[in-house]
């Protein structure tokens, strides 16, 4: 059984400009149904629940890799991509951040009206994690965020964020239904954060005692509590460091990515016409959608695919990000009829890579790689919150010698 869990993660400020945000929505939504044509509702939610999945996605698509901001921008893209394309899609995203949290319960019994699922049920599981985890783990967390994503099977994951404002911390809640026995012993699938010492948590299967003690009080029994804890720590500093990226697995994909490269390879050729920075773009985003979890221990390596909008490690390629899009959105559409060749050849992607791992050896340090990538950033549409990124000094000479 795989459990649930938490991310312990730093507070960094900033908003998401309209143009990252309108990106990051078309891919998200591309992302999905590609997860669920292929594997299915309860594969995607079953994600949902991994921590260090969930950190990945939010890389892929732009945020810092170790930001608390992740959780919000992946949430809030989720909601409002997948939510007008539920009916076809079968996966409702409820709740959000402050107010929005609060109206889950409302959401639930809409969706349950609309497919006949328990709304009821629902309602109840959403009270009790937020219950859960805001009480009876008294880590210190306040919780602001809670979302709770359900198919019209009835399956569900929830994602809740708490925050600690001393010390600038949040800490990111996973639940999933697959994994629920109990409300009240060991519920998560994962808790992400930081070591803050002992705390009172009375879902830990250890506190029977003073549950039941506490339960008498209340006149109510308990069943179980949570069984393991999985949790994910990330740091504080923002930026890419190569303690934080497997350069054997990122140096695979920027080496197939490589134009001379990708057209030795027989299963790349409907692929042909992409350039090498889209296809590691794309190498990337495949692996979100189809790698196993063991691939997902170095969420750091995923900001290679579109940068972040802060310009660490590296500007949005806003260029590359648009062709990325396009090319998962045309399989994605082909797939839906029935043409799954082109969304193969994604797929492909991931396999090829990994393949390549096996005897590859980097021949470039981290230093080098987010160099490049930031020396080449105006060639592909490079912007941050700042605006665009300008062409070095000598370029911008040679371009102006050759205007006419």
């Given amino acids: 059984m795989k459990h649930s869990g938490s991310a312990d993660l730093p507070l960094m400020g900033g908003y998401i400009p309209g143009w990252l945000f309108e990106r990051m929505t078309k891919l998200s939504l591309a992302m999905v149904e590609a997860i669920l044509i292929e594997q299915g509702k309860r594969t995607f939610l079953s994600k949902l629940s991994d921590p260090l999945w969930f950190q990945s996605f939010g890389a892929v698509i732009g945020m810092d890799w170790n930001s608390?901001?992740?959780?919000?921008?992946?949430?809030?893209?989720?909601?409002?991509?997948?939510?007008?394309?539920?009916?076809?899609?079968?996966?409702?995203?409820?709740?959000?951040?402050?107010?929005?949290?609060?109206?889950?319960?409302?959401?639930?019994?809409?969706?349950?009206?609309?497919?006949?699922?328990?709304?009821?049920?629902?309602?109840?599981?959403?009270?009790?994690?937020?219950?859960?985890?805001?009480?009876?783990?008294q880590d210190g967390f306040q919780l602001y965020i809670h979302s709770f994503i359900v198919s019209d099977e009835g399956d569900w994951s929830i994602v809740q964020q708490g925050m600690?404002?001393?010390?600038?911390?949040?800490?990111?809640?996973?639940?999933?239904?697959?994994?629920?026995?109990?409300?009240?012993?060991?519920?998560?699938?994962?808790?992400?954060?930081?070591?803050?010492?002992?705390?009172?948590?009375?879902?830990?299967?250890?506190?029977?005692?003073?549950?039941?003690?506490?339960?008498?009080?209340?006149?109510?029994?308990?069943?179980?509590?949570?069984?393991?804890?999985?949790?994910?720590?990330?740091?504080?500093?923002?930026?890419?460091?190569?303690?934080?990226?497997?350069?054997?697995?990122?140096?695979?994909?920027?080496?197939?990515?490589?134009?001379?490269?990708?057209?030795n390879f027989e299963e790349l050729?409907?692929?042909?016409?992409?350039?090498?920075?889209?296809?590691?773009?794309?190498?990337?985003?495949?692996?979100?959608?189809?790698?196993?979890?063991?691939?997902?221990?170095?969420?750091?390596?995923?900001?290679?695919?579109?940068?972040?909008?802060?310009?660490?490690?590296?500007?949005?390629?806003?260029?590359?990000?648009?062709?990325?899009?396009?090319?998962?959105?045309?399989a994605v559409d082909r797939a839906k009829i029935g043409l799954t060749d082109k969304q193969k050849a994604i797929a492909k992607l991931t396999s090829l890579a990994q393949k390549a791992e096996k005897d590859f050896t980097p021949d470039s340090n981290l230093e080098e790689l987010l160099e490049k990538e930031r020396k080449e950033s105006w060639q592909y549409g490079g912007r941050t919150v700042k605006g665009f990124s300008k062409p070095p000094v000598n370029e911008q000479l040679r371009l102006f010698d050759d205007e006419p």
């Fill in 68 to 137: 608390s901001g992740a959780t919000t921008a992946v949430l809030r893209a989720l909601k409002k991509s997948v939510n007008p394309n539920s009916k076809e899609l079968g996966i409702y995203v409820c709740g959000g951040k402050g107010k929005q949290s609060l109206q889950t319960p409302h959401e639930l019994l809409l969706i349950g009206e609309k497919t006949g699922i328990d709304a009821n049920y629902l309602s109840q599981s959403s009270k009790l994690s937020a219950k859960v985890d805001n009480t009876a783990v």
């Fill in 164 to 263: 600690k404002g001393e010390d600038k911390s949040a800490r990111r809640y996973h639940w999933h239904s697959g994994n629920i026995q109990s409300f009240v012993e060991e519920p998560h699938t994962a808790i992400c954060g930081e070591n803050q010492g002992s705390i009172l948590n009375l879902v830990d299967k250890k506190a029977n005692t003073s549950r039941e003690g506490i339960m008498k009080i209340v006149q109510e029994q308990p069943d179980k509590i949570l069984k393991e804890i999985r949790q994910m720590l990330l740091p504080k500093y923002k930026g890419v460091k190569a303690a934080d990226v497997d350069l054997k697995r990122l140096g695979s994909i920027l080496w197939l990515a490589q134009e001379n490269q990708a057209g």
């Fill in 269 to 330: 050729l409907l692929l042909k016409g992409l350039g090498p920075r889209t296809l590691q773009s794309l190498a990337l985003v495949s692996e979100v959608i189809y790698g196993t979890p063991s691939r997902f221990t170095d969420p750091a390596r995923f900001s290679f695919a579109h940068g972040a909008k802060g310009g660490i490690p590296f500007p949005v390629p806003t260029k590359v990000y648009d062709e990325t899009i396009s090319t998962l959105r045309k």
